[in-house]
Nanobody, 121 residues
Framework: QVQLVESGGGLVQPGGSLRLSCAAS????????MGWYRQAPGKERELVTT???????NYADFVKGRFTISRDNAKNTVYLQMNSLKPEDTAVYYC???????????????WGQGTQVTVSS
């Protein structure tokens, strides 16, 4: 199993920035694509961004130009730099990772526990 531990959420004013981190840990496994989802109160969980092990990124339209995903493969850590934050970005942000144990070829996806991001003046 892979464990995902997120950090970096908090309260920020509109226009401000936050950086989220998510560290993946586990033994004898390979991690593929990592990403971030979010869920606002009363809304469904939605994809924010993903990054492949090779660095290919994908962004939801509502964060393009404001959010940047990156990863450190040596540390199995993914980051989300969020700039120009808006009140509508308020949500619980969840880290995800596609992973497999070495002896298997198919991937599973695990979720972090979530970190709250609140954008408010």
């Amino acid at each position: 199993q892979v464990q995902l531990v997120e950090s970096g959420g908090g309260l920020v004013q509109p226009g401000g920035s936050l950086r989220l981190s998510c560290a993946a840990s586990g033994r004898e496994l390979s991690i593929n694509t990592m990403g971030w989802y979010r869920q606002a109160p009363g809304k469904e969980r939605e994809l924010v961004t993903t990054i492949s092990v090779g660095g290919t990124t994908n962004y939801a339209d509502f964060v393009k130009g404001r959010f940047t995903i990156s990863r450190d493969n040596a540390k199995n850590t993914v980051y989300l730099q969020m700039n120009s934050l808006k009140p509508e970005d308020t949500a619980v942000y969840y880290c995800t990772a596609q992973w497999r144990p070495w002896h298997r070829t198919n991937y599973d996806m695990n979720w972090g526990q979530g970190t709250q991001v609140t954008v408010s003046s």
